[in-house]
């Protein structure tokens, strides 16, 4: 479990619209039959720094594949905002982990 947080978001407004394009970039057809390749699921964090607030992408996934997606969403932002990848907590990402482990059953049921 690993959180990449996009720092520096002027608003929460602004932190809500960039979920759009990354959603995009994470999942490019939404219609397709589960699981995604990175499960992923966002929320959002005041920084204490300034009133700026962090759109917090949660990707359930190894530590490669977590700054791969860093990489990814830091080029999909220009490299206006700072990007940061930590470990996160499954406790902190239960619905994800939980997303998780239904998709990984009904792939294993259909294969």
């Known amino acids: 479990m690993y959180e990449i947080r996009i720092h520096g978001c002027p608003s929460s407004e602004e932190a809500l ?4 394009p990354i959603e995009r970039l994470l999942c490019p057809d939404p219609d397709h039959a589960p699981p995604c390749e990175v499960p ?5 964090a005041g920084e204490d720094a300034d009133d700026s607030t962090a759109l917090v992408l949660g990707v359930y ?5 977590a ?12 490299g206006t ?6 470990e996160g ?3 902190e990402w239960e619905e994800l982990v939980e997303q ?12």
Do not use: M, N
Not at 40 to 44: A, E, G, N, R, V
Not at 81 to 86: Q, R
């Open 40 to 44: 992923w699921s966002f929320t959002l």
């Open 61 to 65: 996934t190894s530590s490669g594949q």
């Open 81 to 86: 905002l700072p990007i940061a990848v930590s």
């Open 100 to 111: 998780y482990r239904f998709e990984k059953g009904l792939r294993q049921v259909s294969s």
């Open 67 to 78: 700054t791969q997606v860093a990489d990814q969403v830091c080029a999909l932002v220009g």
């Open 89 to 91: 907590s499954a406790e």
């Open 17 to 20: 619209a960039l979920q759009d």
